[in-house]
């Protein structure tokens, strides 16, 4: 029997505990990797403000021009010299917070996890889900399958 074609029997070898790993390290790898996608997904809010803050900034640039043909030229001029194209935090777009963030505390993060990953599981991912998994799920049960290649002809 393969990797692949085992039978039901649990995780791929990719999944599975490399011997004399204790269950305190894959729990707090598992720990570790939970944080990096809370980083993931704070990343993600990131770039939606990034994404929300310069449709704004074009936004409001329509409006400046709309306040012009209305006839409110000192309020456009307002609203064009002080907001439009402002910085949002001092002397930074979003396009510089997003660029600091992904190469500063981002990329150590996925790092720090990667190489913790490699010295105690020789880069193994997510044993802890796995473990989870196996624990959770009905063996030999349709839709309980331990993997892609147990599926049913």
Request: proline content about 3%.
């Amino acid at each position: 029997m393969t990797d692949q074609q085992h039978d039901d029997q649990g995780p791929d070898a990719a999944h599975q505990v490399p011997e004399g790993v204790s269950e305190a390290t894959v729990e707090a790898l598992g720990t570790l990797s939970a944080a990096v996608e809370v980083i993931e997904h704070a990343r993600g809010f990131l770039y939606g403000f990034h994404r929300l803050t310069g449709k704004a900034d074009l936004d409001l640039g329509d409006a400046v021009e709309q306040l012009r043909k209305a006839g409110h030229t000192d309020l456009a001029d307002r609203i064009d010299t002080e907001l439009v194209g402002r910085n949002v935090i001092a002397g930074r777009w979003t396009f510089q917070i997003m660029e600091d963030y992904d190469d500063g505390y981002y990329a150590l993060a996925k790092e720090l996890e990667k190489a913790a990953r490699d010295e105690l599981v020789g880069g193994r991912r997510h044993l802890f889900e796995a473990g989870m998994k196996e624990d959770r799920r009905t063996e030999a049960r349709r839709h309980h399958e331990a993997t892609p290649s147990d599926l049913p002809d």
